[in-house]
């Protein structure tokens, strides 16, 4: 019985690797939802043993995902606002994430500077001047960049949270990337990838089903789930997590199969396609920013970002229709209120008409003026609006009526 020459071999194997890799390109190619995951606060003083059974997930199902690394942790509380010192990242957790970036499985971002608040709750970055801000990335950066001996192009600030001062920080110090979250300021000007995260663990299937749908209204849609999860998540850490490593496995594993879907770190993506643009995040924040002030039931979930352009008219028509009926409902009320005033004293619906417009245009310029408001002072505005438009219906209606005479 003849066997196959040693170099027949090698032939036959490299002719199997590159039939392999022309399949998985081709899914690549043709998948219409792409798929990113980010774990965030990696640092000198998270959960290394958890750390390392997440890796090997990732690493077993071939699934390549993002790190946002904190460089200088503090060693006490994030959230409280007395300074601490910071523990750098150790070259032994550096090491860990070499070894997974030579095999391809992970790539590095950074993750702010201490990750300690400043003088806001939930924010390291924002409000702080520009030069601060770029201190902070210069330092965070060569740090990381020293301790893995490669670049650092994903900026990932705490908390998701930056101003338009770390936007030109990032570009001065070399970031090509934000990852944050919707919803966020986006400067069309800026020559950044807008990467945000979109979802968590508990909404991957639902963020999918939307994704779908959105390919299914428009066949040159490619949307992006972004999946943003840390060691918290995990029902080993915390009594409140959603997911065991063996739980994560299998759904790295059912994904896989996924014909449409296609599985990326954020510099993979970044790589392969170029169109995460300020503009696209601003058509997806779109979306996100009137959600805030619609009922649940009217609410289009945002799970994915890069929508098409025309994908945020119907959630635009819902919330001024929602809006257009409360104004309106309020007007009629009002006007009745303010004909029943009228039978007892024509000066005090004058005094009531006065206030209400006077409270009204107080009001819409508080809001529109900070620009910081949510669904319910929306509901205020509206509410004062429509009892304004409904006292000068009945106000006019009322000295239409006594000329008449």
């Known amino acids: 019985m003849s066997t196959l020459r040693y170099p027949t071999k090698i032939i036959l194997l490299l002719i199997l690797s590159l039939l392999t890799n022309s399949s998985c390109s081709e899914k690549t190619n043709t998948a219409s939802i792409k798929m990113v995951f980010r774990f965030d606060d990696y640092s000198a003083k998270s959960n290394t043993d958890l750390e390392l059974k997440i890796i090997d997930a990732f ?16 060693a006490g509380d994030e959230h409280s606002f007395a300074p601490q010192n910071g523990l750098p990242l150790t070259q032994e957790k550096a090491n860990i994430l070499k070894h ?69 920080a990032m570009e001065t110090v070399g970031f090509s990337t934000l990852s944050a979250d919707r919803g966020r300021i986006g ?23 939307e994704a779908r749908n959105e390919v299914k209204n ?25 997911i065991t490593i ?47 002030y619609l009922p649940s039931f009217l609410r289009h979930e945002v799970h994915i ?13 819902k919330a001024i229709g929602f809006y257009f009926i409360i104004i309106t409902v309020i007007a009629i009320l009002f006007y009745y209120i303010g004909m029943l005033i009228f039978r007892y004293s ?24 900070n620009f910081k408001f949510g669904r319910m002072g929306l509901l205020i505005c509206v509410t004062a609006l429509g009892a304004t438009i409904g006292l000068i219906i009945s106000f006019i209606k009322l000295k239409l009526k006594r000329n008449f005479k």
Request: contains cysteine; neutral net charge; aromatic residues 12%.
């Open 100 to 168: 997974a970036m030579n095999e391809g499985v992970v790539d590095i971002a950074l993750h702010g500077y201490t990750h300690q608040v400043h003088v806001n709750d939930n924010n390291e970055f924002a409000d702080l001047s520009y030069n601060i801000q770029k201190e902070k990335l210069v330092k965070g950066k060569k740090l990381l960049e020293d301790l893995i001996d490669e670049p650092i192009h994903t900026f990932v600030p705490p908390w998701n949270s930056y101003d338009i001062n770390t936007l030109k």
């Open 59 to 74: 690493r077993k199902n071939k699934v390549p995902f993002t790190i946002a690394t904190i460089p200088f942790v503090i």
């Open 246 to 292: 063996s739980e994560l496995n299998d759904l790295l594993k059912s994904l896989k199969t996924q014909e449409d879907i296609s599985l990326f770190s954020i510099g993979g993506i970044i790589q392969k396609f170029n169109d995460f643009t300020p503009n696209q995040y601003i058509i997806t924040n779109r979306i996100y920013f009137l959600n805030q």
């Open 346 to 369: 024509e000066l005090f619906l004058k005094i009531v008409l006065l206030l209400s417009s006077i409270s009204t245009a107080i009001l819409f310029y508080r809001v529109f003026y």
């Open 305 to 317: 970002t890069h929508y098409s352009d025309i994908t945020h008219y119907p959630t635009l028509l």
């Open 218 to 242: 428009n066949k040159k849609s490619k949307p992006t789930i972004v999946v943003m999860f840390h060691e918290y998540d995990f029902k080993s850490v915390k009594n409140t997590g959603n």
């Open 187 to 209: 400067n069309s000007n800026s020559n950044l990838n807008f990467l945000p995260f979109t979802c968590e663990l508990p909404n991957i299937w639902n963020a999918i089903t």
